[in-house]
């Protein structure tokens, strides 16, 4: 059974950052994509950033410059620093996994809230 936990999250101003991660644990084939995903209120989840084996990063257009994911392979761990932060950026923010056997894991979702 494969267990995502995700920590940080939480209230800040615009223009503040914040940090979140992700540990996978569990039994799994290696992971080849690792990424977050968020979800407003009231709209489709759409993906934020992604870690793609071990060295390709991509990101949304709206967050391309402020955000950096990064992944540590032997701990198999994500984190998503997010800087110069918008009132859009808020939302419910998720961890996803998927292995090179092409099975997809999901966090419990941590809430990041920007404020005006």
């Known amino acids: 059974q494969v267990q995502l936990v995700e920590s940080g999250g939480g209230l800040v101003q615009t223009g503040g950052s914040l940090g979140l991660s992700c540990a996978a644990s569990?039994?799994?084939?290696?992971?080849?994509?690792m990424a977050w995903y968020r979800q407003a209120p009231g709209k489709r989840r759409e993906v934020v950033a992604a870690s793609i084996g071990r060295s390709t990063t991509t990101y949304a257009d709206s967050v391309k410059g402020r955000f950096t994911i990064s992944r540590d392979n032997a701990k198999n761990t994500v984190h998503l620093q997010m800087t110069s932060l918008k009132p859009e950026d808020t939302g419910v923010y998720y961890c996803?996994?998927?292995?090179?056997?092409?099975?997809?894991?999901w966090g419990q979702g941590t809430q990041v809230t920007v404020s005006s």
């Open positions: 996803n996994v998927k292995d090179i056997a092409g099975r997809e894991y």
């Open positions: 569990g039994s799994f084939f290696n992971i080849g994509v």
